[in-house]
Every structure is written in structure tokens, then in C-alpha cells.
């Protein structure tokens, strides 16, 4: 808009005439030029009006009352709709400097959002840290969990297995969890699993063993040791007999 107007108001010159300026299309760049910043202010001051810090909006609203200076002081001229000669009052528009002009204006504003923009950035990388230290607590308690729930138990197991001779008591830890009965029921087939592993050590080694005791009435494997040692005492009976 400055190049636009200092061109128009110096079109008379001869050194203006020789550089080949047209009035017309200097005019038409102002206008442009002109629609242009007004529409930028206008977005700028539409999406900045939300924010509430105090310097930002002092440097908003300063920013707002030079482009309406500015404005009102071009509007006139702009609405003639053709090149004309420059009044002394809208040639000024850019180059009095005995206030604070537009483009002042337009630096503060750039330092107020920049140094707004940095603070804003180092608040979202504080949060991001902050999320990111939650997350790793979150899943730093979830995998204790994880650990807690079956990681350890399942180790008991394996030392449950792994030990055959270790006791049977129900270890600190898995008391009054769901986990308690079922080492307790792996502790019984284990320990079912050795007198069944001497009876038929005994039978191997030509003794007659005692019947497994029977845990309730339905104990097929306890009947069944007791039907094995009478069939093998009949037998023992009827070589006796034959001999």
C-alpha cells in the first residue's frame, strides 16, 4: 500500500513517468493491497480475541486502532474508485512518524504472539511430560499388577512342580485368593501322584502294598488299588494251591 500510494502521489514526475508507472494499475495495487490487509486484520483480531492475557490484548488492541486509522484515513480515497491526487492527510498515512504507526504496531504485536506462541508451546511440552509420566506410572502399575496377579503365582507353580518334595502348605502370598484352591488342588494331585508312584514301586518289587487311602466315597483310583492287591492275592492263592 506505501509503494501504491508514494507512486499515485508522485505520478507527475517525470522520473515516475519515464519508469513506466500507470495511475490506473498503481490504483488497482492499492486496492487490492488495501482488501487484502483488511481482511487479514479482520482474521487476525477475530482468532486473537479469545485469548485474556493482558500484554497480548494490549498489543491486539493497539494493532486494531492504528488499522483503523489507517482505514479511515485511506477509505476516502479508496472510494473514489479512480486515481485522483493524494490528499496531504492520506499521503501521511505511511509516512508521519510523529506517532506510532501501523507498522510499529504490527512488530509489537508479532513479539507479544511470538513470546504468547513460546509460552504456549512450553506449557503444551510440560503437559506432554506430564501425560507421558503418567502414562509410564499407569502402565508401570499395570504391568505390578499384572506381576502381582499371575506372574507370581504362576512362579509358585513352577517351584510347586519343579520341587516334588517341597511342602504342600499354601505359601503367604496366595492365602485367601482365588489362586489358594488351585495350588491346593495341584498339592493334592501331587502328593496323590507319589503314593501312587510307591504302590506301584512295592507291586514292582514283589510286596503287597496297602490300598490308597480313600479321599470320599466315589475315589476310583483308591478302589481301583483295592480290586489290583485282591486280584493279586487270589492269584498268589490259586499258584499256592496248584503247587
Given amino acids: ?23 490506473a494499475r498503481l490504483y488497482t495495487e492499492l486496492r487490492q493491497a488495501y482488501q487484502q490487509a483488511n481482511d487479514a486484520v479482520g482474521s487476525i483480531l477475530t482468532a486473537a480475541s479469545g485469548d485474556t492475557d493482558f500484554h497480548f490484548y494490549q498489543a491486539m488492541l493497539r494493532l486494531e486502532l492504528e488499522w483503523s486509522q489507517t482505514r479511515s484515513r ?21 509516512s508521519f512518524r510523529g506517532h506510532d504507526t501501523l507498522d510499529a504496531a504490527l512488530r509489537d504485536f508479532k513479539a507479544v504472539f511470538q513470546k504468547q506462541l513460546e509460552h504456549e508451546v512450553t506449557q503444551s511440552l510440560q503437559a ?7 502414562l509410564l506410572v499407569a502402565l508401570s502399575l499395570i504391568v505390578g499388577l499384572l506381576w502381582y496377579r499371575w ?3 504362576l512362579r509358585w507353580f513352577q517351584c510347586a512342580l519343579t520341587q516334588p518334595h517341597r511342602e504342600s502348605d499354601t505359601p503367604p502370598p496366595l492365602k485367601g485368593t482365588e489362586w489358594e484352591a488351585i495350588f491346593q488342588r495341584v498339592a493334592f494331585q501331587e502328593r496323590r501322584l507319589r503314593e501312587v508312584e510307591v504302590f506301584m514301586r512295592d507291586l514292582a518289587m514283589g510286596r503287597i502294598p496297602e490300598p490308597l487311602e480313600p479321599i470320599d466315597s466315589t475315589d476310583s483310583l483308591a478302589r481301583s488299588s483295592a480290586w489290583l492287591i485282591k486280584r493279586i492275592e487270589e492269584l498268589r492263592s490259586e499258584r499256592r494251591e496248584a503247587v
Avoid: C, V, W
Fill in 151 to 153: 506372574a507370581r503365582p
Fill in 74 to 94: 485511506l477509505a476516502e480515497y479508496i472510494a473514489a474508485n479512480q486515481p485522483q491526487r493524494i490528499s496531504l492527510t492520506t499521503l501521511r498515512t505511511f
Fill in 128 to 134: 506432554m511430560k506430564g501425560y507421558a509420566i503418567g
Fill in 1 to 23: 500500500m506505501e509503494h501504491s500510494l508514494l507512486g499515485l502521489a508522485h505520478a507527475d514526475s517525470r522520473k515516475i513517468r519515464f519508469a513506466g508507472y500507470a495511475e
